[in-house]
């Protein structure tokens, strides 16, 4: 072998050049794609993930954001009272004894006559049927020729008669069943609001000492306070329409014979969070319960005519003269809310949901990159 001679010249293969998408520093196309459809699906992945965890959670997360949004509406009396020189812990236990004492003896009025309309209940469709039995003749009339199925039911019914059922009152099965679970959320409810209310600047004086610059720092001090402002405000004036709505329709009912007003009035107030439903849920109940409590149709009818126009009045009127558009709600978003709440927390969560979504809008609306979805849901 040679050693002065060269080495052989190595040759770059034919296809080792670089391509100009490689030269230009642009990333191939097929992995980019595959890159952004795997962040979808990890993106609705981790949605349905939230979404499952706060349904398995709710046992936890309805005492606390129930705690959060009753801490909104009742931190101005706690500052009222700090104002007069009365320690926020002071100020927050008096505050939470009054909520509780006002609760109990609501529950304690409305209780009696409650239970006494459900054990009537079973027993009053007969009744309810034989009252309306002048309103059905036409429509027998017009349905003669299908009374074989009219004689079917009546068999029916005859032969369900003679069967009777000693069963647990239902109140005191659910009592049985969920009571347990319904105290520990209701202590839990209330030992959460309290320290909410003692606390309310703790989580705010801490976010200002992160902040690194000062004008940060006033910026968050502006945006929490309007924040708290503006929800404390739309809680209150709702609560106080919602209550006055009950007052109203309590005692024109009661002023017209209708047994048990204050059971009605806390209905009316109560079902009133829930819009739309709530109100249709109030007006077949104050059917039902007039026609049971009088012989004549016509005059039972005044009291739902009489909810409805209370009803109307307060959602038409009173309710945007008082909101303005400011604090007004989009009605499809307020139905989507109503909807998607109630399925994942029940009737709690229908009752939440206004609340829940007028909170949050409020919250996007005083922050910039969330504003374009403030003024979609207003």
């Not at 009272?81 to 812990?89: D, K, M, S, T």
């Not at 439903?277 to 149709?297: E, F, K, Q, R």
Request: aromatic share 8%; net charge positive.
């Amino acid at each position: 072998m040679n050693p002065t001679a060269a080495p052989p010249s190595v040759l770059p293969a034919e296809n080792s050049s670089p391509s100009d998408d490689q030269l230009n520093g642009a990333p191939p196309e097929r992995p980019r794609k595959s890159a952004d459809i795997q962040s979808i699906a990890v993106t609705g992945l981790f949605v349905l993930a939230i979404f499952y965890t706060m349904y398995f959670m709710r046992g936890i997360l309805l005492p606390l954001v129930l705690a959060l949004l009753l801490s909104y509406l009742l931190r101005p009396i706690v500052r009222a009272l700090a104002r007069l020189h009365v320690p926020a812990a002071v100020g927050a236990a008096v505050v939470v004894f009054g909520l509780v004492a006002a609760i109990v003896c609501t529950i304690s009025a409305v209780t009696a006559p409650a239970v006494s309309w459900l054990q009537k209940a079973p027993y009053s469709v007969q009744t309810i049927q034989s009252k309306l039995l002048p309103l059905r003749q036409p429509i027998q009339n017009v349905a003669k020729a299908s009374g074989e199925i009219e004689k079917l039911a009546t068999a029916d019914s005859q032969a369900a008669k003679p069967v009777v059922e000693v069963k647990q009152h239902p109140i005191i099965n659910l009592l049985y069943v969920r009571g347990p679970e319904l105290i520990v959320s209701a202590v839990t409810l209330l030992i959460l609001l309290y320290f909410l209310l003692v606390y309310d600047s703790v989580f705010l004086t801490k976010l200002i000492k992160l902040l690194p610059t000062m004008t940060d720092k006033k910026r968050a001090v502006s945006i929490a306070n309007e924040i708290d402002t503006n929800v404390s405000r739309y809680l209150l004036t709702v609560t106080l329409i919602n209550i006055g709505l009950g007052i109203a329709v309590g005692t024109t009912a009661g002023l017209l014979g209708l047994r048990n007003p204050i059971m009605w009035g806390a209905m009316v107030a109560l079902l009133n969070f829930v819009p739309y439903l709530g109100a249709l849920t109030g007006i077949i109940c104050m059917t039902l319960g007039a026609i049971m409590s009088y012989d004549s149709v016509g005059y039972a009818l005044i009291f739902p005519a009489i909810y409805l126009g209370f009803a109307m009045l307060e959602g038409n009127f009173i309710t945007p003269w008082i909101m303005g558009r400011r604090l007004t709600l989009n009605p499809v978003m307020v139905l989507f809310s109503l909807i998607f709440w109630g399925w994942m927390w029940g009737v709690a969560g229908a009752i939440l949901a206004v609340p829940i979504l007028a909170a949050f809008r409020i919250f996007c609306a005083h922050l910039e990159p969330t504003e374009p979805i403030a003024e979609f849901l207003s």
